[in-house]
T-cell receptor, first 112, second 115 residues
Framework: SQKIEQNSEALNIQEGKTATLTCNYTNYSPAYLQWYRQDPGRGPVFLLLIRENEKEKRKERLKVTFDTTLKQSLFHITASQPADSATYLCAPLGSSASKIIFGSGTRLSIRP | EAQVTQNPRYLITVTGKKLTVTCSQNMNHEYMSWYRQDPGLGLRQIYYSMNVEVTDKGDVPEGYKVSRKEKRNFPLILESPSPNQTSLYFC??????????????FGPGTRLTVT
């Protein structure tokens, strides 16, 4: 069955450093991969979408890579700030873009 | 303001008492979806709809029903709620089509407790 794995443990990073989050998938060949941010008790908020034919995508301090050979996406936050502290979810999507499975998320804490 | 609204935001009910959680979006999105989120289990899709009158099961559809009679509304129905349906529920909508994935916009969530 399809399986999506994100860093199971919380990630604690010093302010100003780069945070790197991992999303691995198995038994799956997604055409897209999305990343979302979720704050406690609130709905996820979309951050970035990357397509299978794109190796890298950037938005301000955010960068996402998509390696279909390794079956992995990396999500980077550069110059991290305490306000970046949240849970980050990845969601690979098939080409039909219909059924959606989310990873369990990685909780990121940025300490001042 | 573009948004997804859910009602109610909080609900405490008893086992077996039918309930409906409403979801509405004002962005003319074709795709709508319901998720439940539980500690340690993450966000799991219950049902989704690609368009009016088109619905399909997600990963955890048992015990739930949905309908899509209008484009803007996608209610979640629990015919006979049980305590294992106690959870945080999110509705989402998107411009996703069958061949093009787009970002999802999530509602504020409905916290349901079934005693």
């Amino acid at each position: 069955s399809q399986k999506i794995e994100q860093n199971s443990e919380a990630l604690n990073i010093q302010e100003g450093k780069t945070a790197t989050l991992t999303c691995n998938y198995t038994n799956y060949s997604p055409a897209y991969l999305q990343w979302y941010r979720q704050d406690p008790g609130r709905g996820p908020v979309f951050l970035l979408l990357i397509r299978e034919n794109e190796k890298e995508k950037r938005k301000e301090r955010l960068k996402v890579t998509f390696d279909t050979t390794l079956k992995q996406s990396l999500f980077h936050i550069t110059a991290s700030q305490p306000a970046d502290s949240a849970t980050y979810l990845c969601a690979p999507l098939g080409s039909s873009a219909s059924k959606i499975i989310f990873g369990s998320g990685t909780r990121l804490s940025i300490r001042p | 303001e573009a948004q997804v609204t859910q009602n109610p935001r909080y609900l405490i009910t008893v086992t077996g008492k039918k309930l409906t959680v409403t979801c509405s979006q004002n962005m003319n999105h074709e795709y709508m979806s319901w998720y439940r989120q539980d500690p340690g289990l993450g966000l799991r899709q219950i049902y989704y709809s690609m368009n009016v009158e088109v619905t399909d099961k997600g990963d955890v559809p048992e015990g739930y029903k949905v309908s899509r009679k209008e484009k803007r509304n996608f209610p979640l129905i629990l015919e006979s709620p049980s305590p294992n349906q106690t959870s945080l529920y999110f509705c989402a909508s998107s411009m996703t089509t069958g061949t093009q994935a787009r970002e999802q916009y999530f509602g504020p969530g409905t916290r349901l407790t079934v005693t």
